[in-house]
């Protein structure tokens, strides 16, 4: 069980987008999501995020555009695919940004 759990994190994990594309889709105007809960968002968010967590996220549809990419991060990548995920078969132009600390050194630059 343990060993399919850890599967499934690392393939949804492994949608995030390198860096550098995620950049351009920040430098581009895309609306950057933090979907960490909001507990762990309080430590920290980086600078121009909203936060919604993937735990409400379908709840919070109204706050998405839908005429802009959106860009999303957690804390290793997993959630923000999921999410990724969730909005893509909602029409949403979605992207996995990777974790927290990834993205902080994108908008960092």
Known sequence: MVGKLK??????????LPPDEVAKLLKAGA???????????????APGATNISIFTLKRRLDEL???RKIVLYCHSGAAAGKAKQVLDAL???????????????????
């Open 7 to 16: 599967a499934k994190h690392d393939e949804l994990a492994s949608s995030k």
């Open 31 to 45: 609306f950057l999501v933090d979907v960490r809960p909001k507990v762990q968002a309080k430590m920290g968010m």
């Open 65 to 67: 555009p839908r005429d």
């Open 91 to 109: 029409g949403y132009k979605a992207f996995n940004g990777g974790g927290y600390k990834d993205v902080l050194r994108i908008v960092g630059r």
